[in-house]
């Protein structure tokens, strides 16, 4: 009985079990505005000059570039992998995220990405970005998680 009292009024002499379990911090994702803005302002410093020079510098012309589309839309997309998995696994932000504070973490320990990550949420941002009906996800969960934060167990948080 004297066990159940103590227990009741909090005086127990155990250990808290949960030390000795690893806790994972919930931390809340960056509101959808901002995540947006981040995005914007990356299409306007990393994919508009890109598009820039490959159209004009490196195909010649618009003419040129509408006459071998497949060749130009590769040359845009390799380089722009390259730069974004650069910045999302080298810095943990890119431009954009820089400018609203935000940053890429891992989902489960809040640690940098590995470069696997920064792959599968590149490929599933565009797969995203060109079914369309994937970029409304968030808008029906709770957790206001994308298709890319789902499939790379990434998140955008504060800084």
Partial sequence: MARWRDTKQNK???KNDTSTKEE???????????????????????????????????????????EDRIKG??????????LI????????QTPGLKAYELKIVDALNKGRISFTQSLVRYTATLF???SFFLLFLPFFRKDK????????RTIIIHE
Wanted: charged content about 10%.
């Fill in 12 to 14: 127990n002499n155990h």
């Fill in 128 to 130: 995203a970005v060109v």
């Fill in 85 to 92: 998995i650069f910045f999302w696994f080298v810095k943990g």
């Fill in 24 to 66: 994972f911090v919930k931390v809340e994702s960056s509101p959808l505005s901002v995540r947006l803005r981040a995005f914007l302002t990356d299409t306007f410093l990393i994919t508009t000059p890109i598009l820039y020079i490959v159209i004009y510098l490196i195909m010649g012309s618009g003419e040129a570039f509408s």
């Fill in 145 to 152: 998680k994308t298709f890319q934060d789902l499939i790379s």
């Fill in 73 to 82: 839309w590769s040359i845009i997309l390799v380089v722009h992998l390259l």
